[in-house]
């Protein structure tokens, strides 16, 4: 019998996102899932973060947040380049 793994977390955010990188890395069978009404990442400053919609994918938070600011987000190339869009 093979595992599933779930990922959940209020915002679906980075630490969930980043348990889920490592366990893909391992090969394992992940998905991610949020408690909350919207995914919220890093903004420009604590008060200010990236809200997107449940199910928008990781590409498209990718490149606009890549679009704002590039320097300010260059961890997200690493944990996009092992999720699935």
């Not at 019998?1 to 990188?21: D, G, I, K, L, P």
């Not at 490149?63 to 380049?81: A, C, M, N, Q, T």
Request: charged residues 20%; proline residues 6%; contains cysteine.
């Amino acid at each position: 019998m093979r595992f599933r793994y779930a990922m959940v977390c209020s915002s679906n955010q980075n630490r969930s996102m980043e348990a889920h990188v490592l366990l893909n890395r391992q090969g394992l069978d992940v998905a991610s899932y949020g408690t909350g009404s919207h995914v919220k990442l890093l903004g420009p400053s604590a008060t200010e973060p990236n809200v997107y919609g449940f199910g928008a994918p990781y590409k498209h938070m990718f490149d606009e947040l890549r679009r704002k600011d590039p320097e300010l987000y260059p961890i997200l190339s690493s944990l996009y380049s092992s999720l699935d869009s």
